[in-house]
């Protein structure tokens, strides 16, 4: 039987409050011999908005991850019978050290309580760490066990449930800080810092206070964010295709290469000839997709701007709208374009996209938050219908992405979409989740 040792409002055991869904897979995988047995609980229709749960039955254990950070806010021990619990090196549960109602009093000490009728419970609350004793169903009268410490009829409350958490209750759903979490505030203290992205130049990392931009070294980049977590290198190209045809050259059997920041949920894609920067890859780390758990989620943010019209032509590619105003979405009039429209060769036109507007054509003023009307970020909560109905149609049809499977690697996810608009690319879920934007050098 493993044993794990309760820290009130910080973990238990190998699980630390506030510690990201990757890190936590990552503990797994290092003590599988420990954790052999792990449960993934999510809503598949809407994981962002329920709270994600790696289940342990092994051990009677279930972390709960908050839905927007995916960070651990709660460390649940549901089955007492299943693991050991030591508290300042004290047993407060074992094979030979029953779980009562005494004997955490005594050993943790005193505190408050309060009966729980709709749930015959009674909740016994310490700072950072809550405990529940099951009330028998028959009892009907009030109880207060600090000043009985048994039931009306003499038996002894067991422990049900161990729960570890921040602040005075469970309710609260507090996280630490990141400076106060260990392990993530040295290791990426930048996590849940916004990325801007920035069509046609690259990237700004608000937590690192840096910009990465297209056509920097491999250099540039290991000084700006330090040495990658891994290195991948591009063994095929199924887009080069669609690409223009060129004649071999004598470097043509070098393989572009990623820097992979696992930490910072992004890719570094660079050329095998110049070794610059070509392309960026951004992970939104939702369940139910086939990287989750390997990236942190890169807190991304896109602004797809408003347009500016100063000519009557304009106003005509706008179906009659008149020059001069500002509109929330262009449609493009090109044909239709087909299935290979989602790869970076596409040639999808698009009528100029003005941030700072235009002398000829007043804006609107802005709104209360300050972002102008018409002007839409993505961010990895963003749903992909949202993005389409700002950008109209002038994203096209979709290519179609089947994961190749090996005897090692199986997906059981399906297959995914892959939208282009401009520089970008979306990978949309079936769901309508984001699950990674790819931001790639205009040629």
Same mark, same amino acid.
């Given at each position: 039987?493993?044993?794990?040792?309760?820290?009130?409002?910080?973990?238990?055991?190998?699980?630390?409050?506030?510690?990201?869904?990757?890190?936590?897979?990552?503990?797994?995988?290092?003590?599988?011999?420990?954790?052999?047995?792990?449960? /993934?609980?999510?809503?598949?229709? %809407?994981?962002?908005?329920?709270?994600?749960?790696?289940? #342990?039955?092994?051990?009677?254990?279930?972390?709960? @991850?908050?839905?927007? =950070?995916?960070?651990?806010?709660?460390?649940?021990?549901?089955?007492?019978?299943?693991?050991? *619990?030591?508290?300042?090196?004290?047993?407060?549960?074992?094979?030979?050290?029953?779980?009562?109602?005494?004997?955490?009093?005594?050993?943790?000490?005193?505190?408050?309580? $309060?009966e729980n009728k709709p749930f015959?419970?009674?909740?016994?609350?310490?700072?950072? /760490?809550?405990?529940?004793?099951?009330?028998?169903?028959?009892?009907?009268?009030?109880?207060?066990?600090?000043?009985?410490?048994?039931?009306?009829?003499?038996?002894?409350?067991? *422990?049900?449930? #161990?729960?570890?958490?921040?602040?005075?209750?469970?309710?609260?759903?507090?996280?630490?800080?990141?400076?106060?979490?260990?392990?993530?505030?040295?290791?990426?203290? =930048?996590?849940?810092?916004?990325?801007?992205?920035?069509?046609?130049?690259?990237?700004?990392?608000?937590?690192?206070?840096?910009?990465?931009?297209?056509?920097? %070294?491999?250099?540039?980049?290991?000084? *700006?964010?330090?040495?990658?977590?891994?290195?991948?290198?591009?063994?095929?190209? +199924?887009? +080069?295709?669609?690409?223009?045809?060129?004649?071999?050259? =004598?470097?043509?059997?070098?393989?572009?290469?990623?820097?992979?920041?696992?930490?910072?949920?992004?890719?570094? *894609?660079?050329?095998?000839?110049?070794?610059?920067?070509?392309?960026?890859?951004?992970?939104?780390?939702?369940?139910?997709?086939?990287?989750?758990?390997?990236?942190?989620?890169?807190?991304?943010?896109?602004?797809?701007?408003?347009? =500016?019209?100063?000519?009557?032509?304009?106003?005509?590619?706008?179906?009659?709208?008149?020059?001069?105003?500002?509109?929330?979405?262009?449609?493009?009039?090109?044909?239709?374009p087909t299935s290979l429209s989602?790869?970076? %060769?596409?040639?999808?036109?698009?009528?100029?996209?003005?941030?700072?507007?235009?002398?000829?054509?007043?804006?609107?003023?802005?709104?209360?938050?300050?972002?102008?009307?018409?002007?839409?970020?993505?961010?990895?909560?963003?749903?992909?219908?949202?993005?389409?109905?700002?950008?109209?149609?002038?994203?096209?049809?979709?290519?179609? @992405?089947? +994961?190749?499977?090996?005897?090692?690697?199986?997906?059981?996810?399906?297959?995914?979409? @892959?939208?282009?608009?401009?520089? /970008?690319?979306?990978? $949309?879920?079936?769901?309508?989740?984001?699950?990674?934007?790819?931001?790639?050098?205009?040629?």
């Open positions: 039987m493993l044993k794990l040792s309760v820290f009130p409002g910080q973990g238990v055991g190998h699980f630390i409050l506030g510690h990201p869904i990757g890190l936590v897979t990552q503990v797994l995988k290092e003590h599988y011999t420990e954790y052999a047995h792990v449960e /993934l609980a999510y809503s598949d229709a %809407s994981p962002l908005a329920v709270e994600t749960l790696l289940h #342990l039955p092994d051990l009677g254990v279930q972390l709960v @991850f908050d839905t927007a =950070s995916q960070r651990l806010k709660t460390i649940d021990v549901f089955d007492t019978s299943k693991v050991q *619990l030591t508290y300042n090196g004290k047993d407060i549960n074992s094979p030979t050290c029953r779980p009562t109602f005494k004997r955490l009093y005594e050993t943790i000490g005193a505190t408050s309580g $309060v015959k419970q009674y909740v016994l609350t310490y700072p950072g /760490l809550t405990l529940l004793f099951p009330i028998p169903l028959d009892f009907e009268e009030d109880i207060d066990l600090p000043s009985t410490q048994v039931f009306p009829d003499g038996s002894m409350p067991m *422990l049900s449930n #161990l729960c570890v958490h921040r602040g005075k209750d469970m309710q609260t759903g507090e996280l630490p800080p990141v400076s106060e979490t260990r392990i993530l505030s040295t290791h990426c203290p =930048s996590y849940g810092q916004p990325v801007d992205i920035h069509s046609g130049r690259g990237i700004t990392l608000s937590g690192l206070g840096c910009d990465v931009c297209f056509g920097m %070294s491999c250099q540039d980049v290991i000084t *700006l964010l330090g040495t990658p977590d891994d290195r991948f290198f591009k063994t095929e190209d +199924r887009m +080069r295709i669609h690409r223009s045809q060129q004649l071999p050259t =004598s470097g043509a059997s070098r393989a572009d290469y990623f820097f992979n920041y696992f930490a910072l949920g992004l890719d570094v *894609l660079f050329d095998a000839q110049t070794h610059v920067v070509k392309k960026f890859v951004f992970h939104s780390n939702l369940p139910g997709h086939y990287d989750f758990g390997c990236y942190y989620r890169c807190n991304y943010r896109i602004t797809l701007p408003r347009v =500016s019209y100063d000519s009557e032509q304009a106003g005509q590619q706008l179906g009659g709208a008149p020059a001069g105003v500002w509109v929330e979405s262009v449609v493009s009039q090109q044909p239709e989602a790869t970076p %060769s596409a040639d999808l036109q698009s009528i100029d996209l003005d941030l700072e507007g235009d002398d000829d054509a007043a804006a609107p003023p802005a709104t209360a938050d300050g972002v102008p009307p018409g002007v839409f970020v993505v961010t990895p909560a963003t749903k992909w219908d949202d993005v389409q109905h700002h950008l109209g149609s002038s994203c096209g049809k979709p290519v179609v @992405f089947h +994961r190749a499977e090996s005897a090692n690697t199986v997906d059981p996810f399906g297959a995914t979409l @892959f939208f282009s608009h401009n520089d /970008l690319i979306f990978e $949309v879920m079936h769901n309508q989740h984001i699950a990674t934007v790819t931001l790639f050098q205009p040629t």
